[in-house]
């Protein structure tokens, strides 16, 4: 079956400390991955995306991920978290060969402190 | 380009009334998909929809919900006699026509519907 798993519910991280938010998928074939941030009463906004290619893929706001087939993984990085970064992160997949669905993890809560 | 827009951000309905929430897609977006997220929760794929078709609604309840995407005007998703358990945001999000690509979908900002 098609999943995201996201082991943390939540983060608390101190401003300037690095940050690791951890995806797992299992999807059927070649995926597509997303990250997204959701601010507090807010759409869903793109952080980055992987289709193919190099498996380091940069985002907005600089953050960063790493797609890793063996692994099934593909974790969200940022090397200095500032204090508007507090939001909730979804990783999500979707198919690569058409179609549509895209399922979302449970999501990671991310808070920062001074 | 305006983004994905939807309306109303805040909806208040009491048990056993309808409710209706609008989504228009950002320009040059033919596909249309609506996904529920409960408090706490992520976002649940509802239904899928191009001009006039509905391509999948595998994530739809079976009774009192129903989304259409006219020919012309906004994509509503509509939910009959809502009960407390249908309190969510919902949230609409288009994609433009598919190039290969995959499906990166744009996301309005949401509805909060409360049911009192």
């Known amino acids: 079956a098609q999943s995201v798993t996201q082991p943390d519910i939540h983060i608390t991280v101190s401003e300037g400390a690095s940050l690791e938010l951890r995806c797992n998928y299992s999807?059927?074939?070649?995926?597509?991955l997303f990250w997204y941030v959701q601010s507090p009463g807010q759409g869903l906004q793109l952080l980055l995306k992987y289709f193919s290619g190099d498996t380091l893929v940069q985002g907005i706001k600089g953050f960063e991920a790493e797609f890793k087939r063996s692994q099934s993984s593909f974790n969200l990085r940022k090397p200095s978290v500032h204090w508007s970064d507090a939001a909730e992160y979804f990783c999500a997949v979707g198919p690569n060969t058409g179609g549509f669905k895209t399922i979302f993890g449970a999501g990671t809560r991310l808070f920062v402190k001074a | 380009n305006a983004g994905v827009m939807q309306n109303p951000r805040h909806l208040v309905r009491r048990r056993g009334q309808e409710a209706r929430l609008r989504c228009s897609p950002m320009k040059g977006h033919s596909h249309v998909y609506w996904y529920r997220q409960l408090p706490e929760e992520g976002l649940k794929f509802m239904v899928y929809l191009q001009k006039e078709n509905i391509i999948d609604e595998s994530g739809m309840p079976k009774e009192r919900f129903s989304a259409e995407f006219p020919k012309e005007g906004p994509s509503i998703l509509r939910i009959q006699q809502v009960v407390r358990g249908d309190s969510a945001a919902y949230f609409c999000a288009s994609s433009p026509p598919s190039g290969g690509r995959g499906n990166e979908q744009f996301f309005g900002p949401g509805t909060r519907l409360t049911v009192l």
């Open positions: 999807y059927g074939a070649t995926p597509y």
